[in-house]
């Protein structure tokens, strides 16, 4: 579930991001506690609480005192915008390289494209 | 946050062997703080010390707060089950049961209960007759049970099946996250076992070489990988705690976070960073065959971790 890729702490957080993300947690609904993120990953609960904060200073998460964590209003919209940004440097710069090492030109790659969505 | 555990410029020698050399560290209270280091690092020494088995020959150990050797009140907080636990000749799991309580105030004869079945232990069955993965499900059941403020594992896991090792995390972390309590736990599965530490202390030759958490240890290294070539110009003006050359080939492990420097470096050398597991900090932490501990110098020992290495 946890790679070597970088602190369990930010990988429990993004994938929390993902999951509010695709609509797994929606905005304004109770996610789970520090206790039972901990609990169902197999760590340690301080690691889980890390994740947690993380996501609050992130505005994703807030806390309900007494009750528990929530997913922001506008938390998903928010995160969408950052991937977005992202995607260009996270998914088609690696494409065009990988392309360009393979010797596929830019038109063949638009129909590869192409043929995939169909 | 008080601290549990503090330990100051502690030295333990035996003859003339010298097992502890000045280790001085703190735990907080309510932390599961992992002690890593390679066979004969002085692990057991120092949690036998910690529980007030053995006198320092030098420095100090204090237990919330007191001095461990013959002092009921902090004893009476502290279990330590060793990996090397001794028993009377017929005496079984449901007699070590029915005496706990009188040991551990905190003891719950449910949470005994339950995992003895989930270990699926004889209850009748003399404790030395066990097989050495029974003994250590018998001290894991006994160290969870008695919910002590300080519970002490060494190598907890000595024989046990992978369902085993599971349903010990597992049980740990449920009950810890109830019932917050100081653990202190040697292990050489660090791969397995990271995601249940929230610090690290890592032993070599009877001193402390990195004391941190979990997350700071693993962004305290960094691997590189390529040409022999390439990695040896990118480390040339570098501390490299272990390399490893093959055909052509050569990773090192660097000591250092790979911030933005590192990464403009690595681009223009040619070479491939990666992050390192914990795994692979504390192996390289113990990689050097020298007398003197890795005090600056380069180090050309491969990285070899030893999982299933014996006890210390």
């Known amino acids: ?118 | 946050m008080s601290i549990a555990i503090e330990i100051t410029d502690l030295h333990r020698r035996y003859g003339s062997t010298t097992a502890l050399d000045g280790v001085s560290f703190a735990v907080e209270e309510n932390t599961v703080c992992g002690l890593l280091g390679r066979n004969g690092a002085g692990k057991t020494t120092l949690m036998a010390h910690i529980a007030g088995q053995e006198r320092p020959s030098g420095g100090a150990v204090r237990v919330f707060g007191h001095d461990p050797v013959d002092d009921a009140t902090v004893l009476s907080q502290t279990s330590f089950i060793r990996d090397d636990q001794r028993y009377p000749d017929d005496f079984r799991l449901s007699h070590l049961l029915s005496i706990a309580p009188a040991f551990h105030r905190r003891w719950d004869a449910g949470l005994a209960a339950s995992l003895v079945s989930d270990f699926r232990l004889p209850t009748k069955l003399a404790i030395k007759k066990m097989s050495r993965g029974q003994a250590s499900a018998v001290a894991i059941v006994v160290g969870l049970a008695s919910r002590a403020p300080l519970t002490i594992f060494d190598e907890p896991y000595l024989g046990l099946d992978a369902t085993a090792r599971q349903v010990f995390y597992d049980r740990l972390l449920e009950d810890y996250a109830e019932h917050p309590r100081t653990i202190l736990l040697s292990t050489h599965l660090i791969d397995e076992m990271e995601p249940l530490l929230e610090r690290v202390v890592v032993l070599d030759r009877g001193r402390v070489r990195l004391d941190c958490d979990v997350d700071e240890a693993r962004a305290s290294a960094f691997a590189v990988a390529g040409t022999t070539r390439a990695v040896q110009a990118f480390v040339a003006d570098r501390r490299t705690l272990s390399t490893h050359v093959i055909g052509g080939l050569m990773t090192a492990t660097v000591d250092g976070p790979a911030d933005d420097r590192v990464r403009e470096d690595a681009d223009h050398a040619g070479v491939e960073l990666s992050s390192v597991s914990l795994q692979q900090v504390v192996a390289a932490v113990g990689s050097d065959s020298d007398s003197h501990a890795g005090a600056g110098a380069a180090l050309t020992a491969a990285v070899a971790a030893d999982p299933e290495g014996a006890r210390s």
């Open chain 1, 1 to 118: 579930m946890f790679d070597e890729s970088g602190p369990i702490f930010v990988q429990l957080a993004d994938q929390i991001e993902r999951r509010v993300l695709d609509g797994t947690y929606p905005e304004d609904e109770q996610v789970a506690s520090t206790n039972e993120f901990a609990a169902f990953h197999r760590i340690n609960p301080a690691t889980a609480g890390k994740a947690v904060n993380l996501l609050v200073d992130r505005g994703i998460l807030y806390k309900r005192r007494g009750v528990g964590m929530f997913v922001a209003p506008g938390a998903r919209e928010r995160l969408s915008e950052q991937r977005r940004a992202a995607f260009a440097a996270e998914y088609v710069r690696p494409l065009i390289r990988e392309a360009a090492a393979l010797g596929i030109d830019l038109p063949t790659l638009v129909t590869l494209i192409e043929q995939e969505r169909s």
